[in-house]
Every structure is written in C-alpha cells, then in structure tokens.
C-alpha cells in the first residue's frame, strides 16, 4: 500500500502541503489524504509523512507501558495454570485421587492432544475477532478451568479437565505475538518477546513459591493442595476480566493515544511490519501458507520431534516408577 501510494503523482508534495500536527512532538509531513471508518477503523494515509523519531520512541515507550505489562501478567498466570499439577502432586494429589500406576503420566500427556487439534481454530478466531477479544476470553477459559480441579473426585475427572485446559490454552502465546505484531515494527519485536518468556521463567519461580505458602494451609474442608488451584484459577479470572476491558482493539481505538498519535501508529505498521493493518480474514489466503515448503518442515519438526521427545520423558518416568 505505501509502495503504491509513493508512486502515485497525485500525492507528491508541495510546499504548501506541509504542516505540522496539532502535537509538538509528532510532526508529519501530510497531503491531506486520510480517511476514516469509524465503524471499522480502516484509514487510508498518505505515504507522504516524514516520521519524527522522537515522536515515535515516545509512541512505542506508551505501547510498552500499556499493553507489555497486561501481556506479560497474562502470559504468567498462563503458565502457572499450566504448570502447577507438578507442585500439587507433591502435596499429596495422587493420594486423594487414589491414582494408581501410570495414570499420573496419561494426566500429563493428554493436555497436549487438545492443545494441537484445537490451536489453529483458536488462532483463526483471534485474527477474526482480534486477539484484544479472543485472549481475555481464553484466560477466562482456563482460569475457570483451573478452579474446577476443586471439584475433581478421580482420575477420569482430572483427566478431563485437563482436556478443556489444552483447549483454552492452545493457541495463547501465538495470538499474544499476533497481537504485538499490530503495534510494534518487526525491528522492535525481539525485545518484546523476550520478555514473554521472562515471564514464564518468572512463573516457574514464583509458583513454586506460592505452591509452598499455600501448603502451608492446614484449615478448611480442602485438601491444601486444592487451594492451590483455587487461588490461582480465581486470580486468573479476575485478571481476565480486567483485560478485557482495557486491552485496546488496535491502536486506531486505544483510548491512551492522542488523535495524532493514532495516525502515527498506523503509517508505522504501514511502512513496516509482521502484520497488515486491520485486514479482513480471508481463509483461501491464510491455506496459501501451506504452499511454502518450509511450513511442513515446521510442522514435521512440531509435530514429530517434540512428540518423540516428550514420550521418551514419559518412558523413562515410567521405567524409573517402575
């Protein structure tokens, strides 16, 4: 779009063309050429705007304090929902359960058959509604998800919730990159994700720390090891509640970015980046990525290496058990 827009003679420059904004600190250089949708935020910019570079470190600094913050708390209660049967199990999980031989393990490994089947549909969703609505949406999911291990009596229970927990938590960290893909330029990713996975190291950490406080509990009807999932499903939810309200669509609708700003952030994504700007979702486009061969060999690395070395862990459990 701005290749065309810079070749097209009717958007060349004149000296009376050029204005600053209404901000100081965004200047752009503008034809006049904008128009907005209101109902469906497509625009259409000029490609005759000169980006100031202050005006855009202050635009990325605001992205990062109020959108990397919400997404990292995300991504860690995502992780602690994921992880913390491990730490339930050395409270006394298999005990209450009365679970017997390997059923520990196919508790394990079930999560992961869901989590596969169910992540492309997850992501066609987030790219039709916007990962702003689908991942707060997710975290509800498996936040309720969580709590109902309360309620479990027996390995056929925890079994299946640990079944609806892979589907809720299929496709999160990649509609989390996704989502930053429509704010930040390819450039300024890495950083971002970085800190993506900070936040599960973090969650390792801390969840073993919060699994020790919450064993602690000695009061109470339930197994201490039950709150553990209580405390962290509850928290989850709320968490996804909060997200949802304050997660913007795009930036064209976030409500921390001035008029100018908004037009800046779009040019920006315009001009550089993973992602276009506020496209439709087109599934004949989306099954053209399968025409590239480097998508199988992804796919045959995901879906056979990773399998073969998560069922030689379980082997090895299983011979150690034994």
Known sequence: MAESLLNDPKHSLGPDMIHKSMEKDTKVIDDGSVDKDDYSDSRRMSASIALDPAAERKLVWKFDLHILPVLAVMYLFNSLDKSNLGNAKTAGLEKTLKLKGDQYNIILSVFFVPYVLTAPFLGIAGKKYGPSR????????????????????NFGGLMTIRWFLGMSESAF??????????????GELARRLALF?????I???????????????HTGSLANWRYLFLIEGCCTVLFSCFAFWYLPYSAARASFLTEDEKKLAFYRMQVDSSSVVNEPFVLKDALKIFKHPTSWIILGMRNWLLPNAQSKMLMTSMYCRN
């Open 197 to 201: 996975y900070a936040a599960q190291s």
């Open 134 to 153: 689908v991942l707060p949406i997710m975290m509800f999911c498996f936040g309720f998800t969580t709590i109902m291990v309360v309620t479990v009596k």
């Open 173 to 186: 960290f990649p509609l989390v990159i996704y989502y930053q893909t429509t704010f930040y330029r390819r």
């Open 203 to 217: 969650a390792s950490a801390f969840g073993g720390l919060l699994a020790f406080g919450v064993f602690h509990i």
